[in-house]
């Protein structure tokens, strides 16, 4: 049976529901409280440059995920693009992940991988034998001294908070590698959108059945004008925050304009106390298939997310995931509501994640609708 359907956010989690659900069938509305859709993935070209910017910061595109990476070609065609981020500490520039090149201009050693290997089994810490912390994941895996110049104080600028409170994952997002391989990323699959991010949430929700509604803020009280509501809004935020404010990182950007080539390279991290910036992102090199004279850099400054700001890193410390429990369990009482995304489950997700799990939500609404069954709301464990 048809269904009438709202989805809260124009994001890439609530497009790929909508688009699986109309293509089904339903009947779609989409609410997005911004002027545009494509969430904190939203491209434009810059008035000035014209240079294709990540208005809300640097998005590249990388998956293992065959779906995903399938899903997404469907909707743009992907230019080949290679992450390769240089970080500056104490005056030098160096490669980043750490890989060989990194540990031997770091040490001034010509180390072939093994030796290279031994050399940071030596470096690491062997009495902190289950890391928990980023703090002992750091010392454990690369020791102080690269720990010290690459990940402490840049850490510091991100989250506001020192190393030895933040979990071990935040740091395991990063791989250590022993040859001279320095992609950020370790998947399958890279690239960028030709034309953008916004052409591509454009086209994933240019469906019949999908009705979008920008600058339009849904209130839960709404709710009972839909069989089902997806909401891709802050978690807290639908219950009027009333367990507190769960919180978040924002990102301040600081706009450069200039002409040429401002630094050689997309993403340049700022890791030691000389910069109060995390790094500068150069977005045209981000477009290296497009010409363009001038050029558009962002300085990246991460702070608390205060009322009113564009939250983006949840910070999920074991105490914000207490505070965080108690409004899972009251997403649970809400019937007819399904929580998705990085928002709506207070989870640091990647595109290629989101993308991912709003496939398998649509996919759990259309197998309850065939079985008329309850539609969860999580179909995610957010504590998970
Ligand atoms: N990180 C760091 N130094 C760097 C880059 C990253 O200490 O030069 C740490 C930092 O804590 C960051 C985490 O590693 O939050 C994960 O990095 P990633 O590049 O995945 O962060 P994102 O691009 O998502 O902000």
């Not at 839960?220 to 839909?226: A, I, L, N, T």
């Given at each position: 049976m048809k269904k009438n359907v709202a989805i809260i956010g124009a994001g890439f989690s609530g497009a790929v529901i909508a688009h699986q659900l109309a293509k089904a069938g339903h009947q779609v509305e989409v609410f997005e409280s911004r002027s545009h859709i494509a969430g904190n993935c939203y491209s434009e070209r810059d008035a000035e440059t014209s240079v294709m910017v990540h208005v809300y910061g640097p998005h590249i595109f990388h998956t293992d995920n065959e779906r995903v990476w399938k899903f997404v070609n469907e909707f743009g065609e992907f230019m080949p693009f290679v992450n390769r981020v240089k970080a500056i500490t104490n005056d030098r520039v160096f490669t980043l992940p750490i890989n060989l090149l990194t540990i031997n201009q770091f040490f001034n050693k010509t180390f072939r991988p093994a030796e290279a290997q031994q050399f940071l089994a030596e470096q690491g810490d062997k009495t902190i034998e289950n890391p928990v912390t980023f703090e002992d994941q750091a010392l454990r895996f690369v020791g102080r001294d690269l720990y010290e110049a690459f990940f402490k104080t840049y850490t510091v600028k991100q989250w506001g908070l020192q190393p030895s409170e933040l979990p071990a994952s935040i740091l395991k997002r990063l791989p250590v590698r022993?040859?001279?391989?320095?992609?950020y990323f370790s998947h399958k699959y890279q690239g960028m959108p030709k034309d953008g991010y916004t052409a591509i949430v454009e086209k994933i929700l240019n469906v019949p059945g999908i009705t979008v509604h920008l600058s339009t803020p849904f209130k839960?009280?709404?709710?009972?004008?839909?069989d089902h509501v997806f909401y891709s809004g802050p978690i807290d935020a639908w219950f009027g925050h009333r367990d507190g404010r769960l919180p978040y990182r924002t990102l301040d950007f600081e706009v450069h304009r200039d002409q040429g080539?401002?630094?050689?390279?997309?993403v340049i991290n700022?890791?030691?106390?000389?910069?109060?910036?995390t790094r500068i992102t150069e977005h045209k090199h981000f477009s290296p298939w497009e010409q363009h004279e001038g050029t558009l850099c962002y300085f990246e400054y991460s702070r608390q997310c205060e009322e009113g700001d564009t939250p983006y890193?949840?910070?999920?410390?074991a105490r914000d995931k207490v505070q965080l429990e108690k409004y899972v369990k009251l997403a649970q009482d809400e019937p007819n509501v399904t929580f998705i995304g990085r928002l709506g489950t207070y989870r640091y997700l990647d595109m290629d994640v989101t993308i991912d799990e709003a496939l398998k939500v649509a996919d759990k609404f259309l197998a309850c609708a065939t079985e008329n069954a309850p539609m969860p709301a999580f179909v995610i464990d957010p504590l998970a």
């Open positions: 022993f040859n001279y391989d320095d992609n839960p009280e709404q709710k009972g004008d839909y080539d401002y630094q050689g390279n997309a700022y890791c030691d106390s000389a910069k109060p910036y890193y949840p910070i999920r410390l």
